[in-house]
């Protein structure tokens, strides 16, 4: 049966760009609509504030179980010293660019790295989706970006970085469960090899969260040519919410090809930035009703007529060299961490709250055991020495 169903996935990844442009354009937005409309009448108002957040009482053991799930399923997959990141495992490129602050943004957008016109120089990543790392055709259906700015004057929220800010989003609005409970649920069947399992359970389905996370799984033709989405949100001065998207500037589509080579991906994003920049649009967009826009459920999307995108800065990556033999020497050095954050940008929402645990140790698992010393990139070029305090956890 397995064999069946790997079989017809196969299939449909290799026709997926021949059809995609014209289902995008036609069925997805209606079929969005659609299931956002059932999941939120499914929910209830929590009668929050704007950017206000709700603990739960077992966040911190969630947590936990988290982590030692994914602690187990990377040293089960992984040999000491190959070690790979437990989510968004496989590094495409890890690339040089800036993030320009645009002029005359409204007072209330200017807050943290947006307070004043200005170019901060960034590190960034590019990475499939994990928890593993098989040929792209196999598994590229959901994409992440690591923006990692650099020169960020102020105290940071997790301080084994001083001097950067990151930003962290995937090629889909929305995260695949709603709490830490139901992430903690997925991860256990991801580790027992029945991921399916999760959405079509009878007693606890999950079909909902299935087919938002099917509507922008796709055969991808570059990591340069889709929007990313923060999915969580953050916090955009002292008392204001906002989610944030990166969205690419060019219509450019790369031919993908029946049988593609499994680095297909990479390749793509090589022989692009060998001949040419790339450009993404930094947008924001801020909470305006806490119910219909909620900082604890991350499946929800925020509706644009309650809050249109702003966009306030460019991610430019300049045309440049890439070395493939460096991309995972550079990426296994690198920490990317939601709260590698000023406090004007704080992570909002259990999935975030839990992010800060969930990355750090697993980053610090996975580079002992590669026998690798973490750095902080400085916008010269080089890397800063290691830093070891760690801000207390905020449960």
Known sequence: MNQVVDAGLAFLRKIDPYVRPAFDATLRQPLQDAVQWLVNASRRDEQLGIAEERIGPDEQEHTKAIIDVL????????????????????????????????SGL?????????????????CVRFAGPGPFSPPDIRDNGILSIAVKLMGVPGRKL??????????TALSAPTTTTATLAENLAYREQVFAGSALRYFLNPRSPHLLDLIMQALYARTHTSPLETP??????????????????????????TAVGWNPPDDYLQQALIHTLHHTDAHFAFDVQLQTDPHRMP???????????????????TLTIPQQTIDPAEQFHLADRLRYNPWHALEAHRPLGNQNRARRAVYQQLAQLRQNTNGTTPHEPAPNGRARGPVTRVAPSPF
């Open 228 to 253: 990313y989405w923060s999915c969580v949100p953050y916090l955009l001065g002292p008392d204001q919410a906002m989610k944030y998207r990166l969205t690419p500037t060019t219509d450019t589509r």
């Open 71 to 102: 602690a187990r399923l990377m040293k089960r997959e992984y040999e000491p010293g190959s070690f790979l990141r437990a989510g968004n495992t496989k590094t495409y490129a890890v690339v040089q660019g800036s993030f320009s602050v645009h």
């Open 158 to 167: 997790l301080d084994d970085e001083q001097h950067t800010q990151d930003f």
């Open 295 to 313: 900082i604890e459920n991350a499946t929800v999307i925020w509706p644009e007529h309650l809050a249109p995108h702003q966009t306030v800065a």
């Open 106 to 122: 409204p007072s209330r957008l200017r807050h943290g790295v947006l307070a004043q016109p200005r170019t901060y120089p960034a």
